[in-house]
């Protein structure tokens, strides 16, 4: 019942419009911070994440440290800039509602892997708003740009045409 009234109600969206503005908001200043700020770089942040991962009690668990270790420490420059940008593209896809349900994706992807390097702050919580945009789907962008876009895209992409006529 209440996932029907989350992809279906217009009060639903309208609420959920203002959830994505909040997130929007969220992420691309965080994004544009680490951009304009000039001195973002992730190594540091990984190789704390890694230290986590051993010890007595460890805050991060060993096969994501090992993962940080293996890929994300040798490819540090690719992935400050996978965070910076992509922190802002999700602002700001969430704050138009563009490929909103997309945009939520990558934001959750992006929390889990703060999450799972030991980093707590305003994560959880953004993640927790994000599920609901996500179950949501559609009618998380219906006040915003997918409106517009969604139906393009159907009629432009659409088969509408007998494959078997045409042989």
């Known amino acids: 019942m209440f996932v029907r009234f989350l992809r279906e109600s217009k009060i639903a969206a309208a609420l959920l419009l203002i959830l994505r503005l909040y997130l929007g908001y969220k992420w691309l200043t965080s994004g544009w911070g680490k951009i304009t700020g000039g001195g973002f ?8 994440a890694v230290t986590n991962a051993s010890g007595e009690n460890p805050t991060v668990q060993p ?7 293996a890929v994300a420490i040798p490819n540090a420059n690719l992935f400050t800039y996978l965070v910076m940008w992509g922190e802002v593209l999700v602002g700001i896809a969430l704050i138009l509602g563009i490929f909103t349900t997309f945009a939520a994706l990558m934001g959750a992807i992006m929390n889990f892997a703060f999450l799972f390097s030991g980093t707590v702050s305003v994560n959880p919580q ?9 179950v949501a789907g559609y009618n998380a962008g219906r006040f915003g740009l997918d409106r517009y876009i969604f139906p393009f895209f159907r009629q432009r992409f659409s088969r509408n045409e007998d494959p078997i006529g045409q042989i």
Not at 41 to 48: E, K, T
Not at 63 to 69: D, N, Q, V, Y
Not at 127 to 132: K, Q, R, S
């Open 41 to 48: 770089n992730a190594s540091g942040f990984l190789q704390g």
């Open 63 to 69: 096969w994501w440290g090992s993962f940080l270790e």
């Open 126 to 134: 953004m993640l927790l708003w994000t599920i609901f945009i996500l």
